[in-house]
């Protein structure tokens, strides 16, 4: 075995142990001590976590680097981890309560998903990898909503698994982002069947996205709502979570975004991505410990494209 393969495992190794004694202390703990819990993760993984801190250093700098001062940006970068730590708490036990997730979790302006279901195409909800969205999916079938998410499965197939099963309670299906073909199909069919599919759209696409403009930058972006919502007629609604002061949280749906004007699909498809990465671009400036600063967002470059991908 070489080296890297080697570090890989003891990696996967060391988060599968540390989700296990979090576990523990999630279950022993009593509940008001919970996020005092999660703030000492979070201070620890801030000064062990090196790369991940200076990606999110990286990140924080390219978006606000003229708006914020590094005293600023490293409290936002803080913030994240913390909010991240709380989360990752949050799904440990509020996944297992049902009826304290129903009072911990409220929504806000849902007329705009009631009304575009009833028109029977399904709906689209883009997102991020922003706030406790796992919980934004468990409430959506907790009230009866057909939901699913696309979702890329985790490196570690143990951890997958336990994550799997916890939505499995809840009733959200996954839909995994590879194979495409199969991810495709599923998605079609959940929506002719006038069902939920959340998509997150906030990520690297590498070559095979379109290039927008994101914090000044341009970021390679998925097209699949795009896809998916001229195939099927699902509306597209911008969808995201929020934690409050108090770490309850509030579910807001955007009004329907339609498909932008354009003399060709390409640039039907890259004017709406447009529309919807400005949406999250506002709620990111609005709230941003809420996003995953972790993510080399910028990584690709408009110069590597070799086209875009329609399917």
């Given at each position: 075995m070489?080296?890297?393969?080697?570090?890989?495992?003891?990696?996967?190794?060391?988060?599968?142990?540390?989700?296990?004694?979090c576990t523990f202390f999630v279950r022993i703990l009593p509940q008001s001590w919970l996020y005092n819990f999660a703030g000492g993760i979070a201070s620890l993984g801030y000064c062990c976590a090196g790369k991940q801190r200076a990606t999110a250093l990286e990140s924080l700098k390219v978006?606000?680097?003229d708006d914020k001062t590094d005293s600023q940006i490293e409290k936002v970068a803080r913030d994240c981890f913390q909010y991240m730590s709380k989360s990752a708490i949050e799904l440990m036990f509020l996944m297992d309560k049902p009826a304290l997730l129903k009072t911990r979790v409220r929504f806000a302006q849902k007329e705009n998903l009631d009304m575009a279901l009833a028109k029977g195409n399904g709906v689209i909800l883009v997102s991020?990898?922003?706030?406790?969205?796992p919980l934004l999916l468990a409430?959506?079938?907790?009230?009866g909503y057909n939901a699913s998410g696309i979702m890329r499965p985790m490196r570690d197939e143990r951890v997958e698994?336990?994550?799997?099963?916890k939505r499995d309670r809840f009733g959200v299906k996954t839909i995994y982002s590879v194979p495409r073909?199969?991810?495709?199909d599923l998605t079609?069919?959940?929506?002719?069947?006038?069902?939920?599919?959340?998509?997150?759209?906030?990520?690297?696409?590498?070559?095979?996205g379109v290039f927008v403009d994101f914090f000044g930058k341009q970021a390679a972006t998925a097209t699949g709502p795009v896809i998916f919502a001229q195939r099927t007629k699902a509306a597209i609604i911008p969808c995201f979570i929020v934690r409050q002061n108090d770490d309850t949280h509030v579910i807001y749906f955007e009004p329907p975004v339609g498909l932008a004007e354009g003399a060709t699909s390409e640039e039907v498809i890259t004017r709406t991505i447009q529309k919807l990465t400005t949406v999250i671009e506002r709620y990111i400036r609005t709230y941003p410990a809420e996003w995953g600063w972790i993510h080399r967002r910028w990584k690709s470059k408009p110069s590597q494209t070799k086209g875009v991908e329609h399917g």
């Open positions: 070489d080296f890297k393969k080697f570090k890989k495992k003891a990696s996967y190794l060391a988060g599968w142990v540390a989700l296990h004694v978006a606000f680097g991020a990898h922003f706030g406790n969205f409430r959506l079938s907790q009230e698994k336990l994550f799997q099963e073909n199969t991810c495709v079609i069919r959940q929506l002719r069947a006038n069902g939920i599919v959340f998509i997150p759209i906030d990520q690297n696409f590498g070559t095979a």
